[in-house]
């Protein structure tokens, strides 16, 4: 059987996508933005540009994302909170983030709050502790530092954006991933009469290690279109340093106290509008989540049940049951994607008399639990209309193994990716 190059990273020629991650995780770490919005508009569009040749098998594992950030416009510190460089280990503490390069100050669009002012909202709705806080006086819309109440130090930060005219980017924030993604994140949201929805989330920084740094989170996007955002670790620093106590400092209803407090009301109100887009991203149609969802059902076996389903634009996932065990089925449908023929070539794909190729891979599968087997099919039309298909022998990603084999069988995979019924998703 051919080498699975990894289906969520479409081979070789995805290598240098980690650069963008790397980047932009950087880049949003800096405290007062180092570079203009149209900079960061673009840096958008050619993540999203690029991004698209990924695979979205677990874009939902982990509430709001840093695209979503930087749509938003946040810029400059979100404080490390959803991702940084994936290169060497991190070893700074949240409350020593790199200083910018430019000499021009903060952007036009990013908010000049005295991060004094932020760290006195912080302190004042948080319990009695030692604070080091990161820039005090500095500039910027968060506020980053280290905690420590006497049973260990702790890396705490807030950050504040707007979030109206997001659209899902706002919405995002305050969604809990899917378990079948994300089996061992606690997350709750709630509707909060006249203040917006909460979102309080308790997971790890890295979830398949999960005897290491937890990562606790509480986010309010206010009825008015504002997002607080708070994130605090079993550590001194998100990333590169040794756990220091068993739990962040902080309980579910202490964050969900401190963002919510009044005292950011004023703070916010200072926050300035983000600026108008020129154009909206130019991306290829997508299929919704609730047309795919749709769609597979309609061309499952039936004895195979949906007990569970999910996705977003682009991607869609049912967990089956046909008596034999859980199974977990995805789908992705992309447009424009004729450049991943090498990719398929690669894995030893087939041609099919009317120019489709068809690869098929069976390995272990990627953030599997023990025992986890993955079985893909990867077709591709000669005009780039793609149709993914996974199924695993276990119900999510990191969950061990819930049966022997996969609820579907190589021919039936084939079967549904190949169905006509995918050209009907696209809008």
């Avoid at 917006?196 to 206010?222: F, S």
Wanted: net charge negative.
């Amino acid at each position: 059987m051919p080498r699975n190059e990894d289906p969520q990273h479409d081979g070789p020629h995805d290598e240098g996508d980690d650069g963008f991650e790397e980047e932009l995780g950087a880049v949003l770490r800096r405290t007062g933005g180092a570079f203009a919005a149209d900079d960061r508009r673009g840096l958008v569009e050619g993540g999203l540009r690029r991004g698209r040749r990924r695979l979205v098998r677990r874009r939902l594992a982990v509430a709001g994302s840093a695209l979503a950030l930087a749509a938003l416009g946040v810029g400059g510190v979100y404080g490390g909170l959803l991702f940084g460089p994936t290169g060497a280990a991190d070893t700074a503490s949240v409350a020593t983030a790199p200083k910018p390069t430019s000499t021009t100050g903060p952007p036009a669009d990013i908010a000049h709050l005295p991060v004094k002012e932020l760290a006195a909202v912080l302190k004042a709705h948080t319990p009695a502790g030692r604070w080091r806080i990161d820039d005090e006086d500095g500039v910027g819309q968060s506020v980053l530092g280290v905690y420590d109440d006497g049973h260990g130090k702790a890396a705490v930060s807030v950050s504040l954006a707007r979030a109206h005219g997001a659209g899902e980017a706002g919405e995002g924030m305050v969604t809990c991933p899917d378990k079948a993604h994300a089996p061992d994140v606690e997350c709750t949201t709630e509707k909060l009469p006249g203040v917006g929805r909460l979102m309080l989330l308790q997971g790890y920084e890295y979830p398949d290690r999960r005897e290491e740094t937890k990562n606790w989170r509480a986010t309010l996007l206010t009825r008015t279109g504002f997002l607080v955002d708070v994130n605090e670790y079993n550590a001194p620093a998100e990333k590169g340093a040794p756990v220091s106590r068993e739990n962040p400092p902080f309980t579910p209803a202490q964050l969900k106290a401190l963002v919510t407090a009044d005292a950011w009301r004023s703070l916010l109100a200072k926050l300035p509008e983000p600026p108008r887009p020129t154009a909206p991203p130019s991306t290829p149609d997508e299929p919704s989540a609730d047309a795919l969802q749709a769609t597979l059902r309609s061309l499952l076996p039936r004895e195979a049940k949906v007990k569970d389903k999910g996705g977003q634009s682009g991607y869609g996932y049912v967990v089956v049951d046909d008596g034999r065990g859980r199974s977990l089925v995805e789908i992705n449908v992309q447009t424009g994607m004729a450049d991943v023929a090498a990719h398929l070539h690669g894995i030893g794909a087939t041609t099919l008399p009317d120019g489709r190729l068809v690869g098929v891979t069976q390995e272990a599968a990627e953030k599997g639990g023990e025992g986890v087997v993955a079985r893909t099919v990867d077709t591709l039309t000669p005009d780039g209309f793609r149709v993914v298909i996974t199924t695993l022998n276990s119900d999510g990603y990191r969950a061990p193994a819930t049966r022997a084999e996969p609820a579907l069988t190589v021919e039936q995979l084939k079967t549904i990716a190949l169905s006509p019924k995918w050209w009907k998703t696209i809008k």
